[in-house]
């Protein structure tokens, strides 16, 4: 479990990095492409966003090994650290200092992190989901995000960012739960792996979130949207976690420091989204994947 909470880590911080490049070349494209596949392909022809894409990867790599030890209820809550990361990686690229403030949100954050774990002692899943449970699984979560990016087409303001900022994290918690599967599957025989089905529904989720994200990053305002992206990610992830592998969660008196613990997380996310590192240089994270 150590060793799955460390790759977690190291997937975080590749997300950061990634984080920082995407938001660049988002921020370049108009505002007309939203919600367009025209958006995936204008920022395709910059660089930037490519070498974010490979830092995509690269933490898409260590999720991937992290889950293969460790259950989803203990990898994307530890995914949260990223955007500390990316404070840091802002700070140091460009010179600025971290203020009282945001070292105050990143404290409270990585607490509430702690206290989530301690508190939950999220453990290794009990059963391997069979088909029915991935046929509801897929049609909710299918049916909630189509949902939201109805909400999100119609709505202006602060609806938008969040609304897509919740369906993205959906999206990643969801492939999350493929890359679990896939795993599973390849420790047994990889050639199983490339014949079967949960490798392709990862891939298919994995570029519908990544569109998600991308229009999350383009919509609209960081303090809506990155709270929105991040905190419905590991939530998500707890409960794909315990519904589909039946990975155990403390619950009776234990609850009332999870809840506590998620309040931190919460609390340190909406301040760090208010840092004017982050608003100045307009970045947000890729939690999730």
Known sequence: MITAALLAVLAALCNAVSSVLQRRAARSVPPELGLRLGLIWALVRHPVWLWGIAGLIAGFVFQAAALSMGGIALVQPVLVVELPFTMIILSVAFGAVLDRRSWLAIGALSAGLATFLTAAAPGTGRWTPDATRWIVATVVTAGTVAVLV????????????????????????????????????????????????????????????????????????????????????????????????????????????????????????????????????????????
């Open 150 to 289: 109805a909400v999100a087409s119609l709505a202006r303001g602060a609806i938008r960012p969040a609304a897509l900022g919740v369906a993205g994290g959906l999206g990643f918690a969801f492939t999350a739960t493929l890359i679990k599967e896939c795993t599973s599957i390849a420790q047994e025989d990889w050639g199983e792996l490339l014949v079967s089905w949960p490798l392709y529904a990862m891939v298919a989720a994995g570029l519908c979130s990544l569109f998600l994200l991308q229009n999350a990053l383009h919509s609209g305002s960081l303090v809506v949207a990155q709270p929105a992206l991040t905190i419905s990610d590991p939530i998500a992830g707890i409960l794909y976690g315990a519904l589909m592998f039946g990975e155990p969660i403390r619950t009776g008196p234990w609850i009332v420091y999870e809840v506590a613990g998620i309040g931190l997380m919460v609390f340190g996310v909406i301040e760090l989204t208010r840092s004017p590192l982050i608003q100045g240089h307009g970045v947000t994270t890729s939690t999730g994947k």
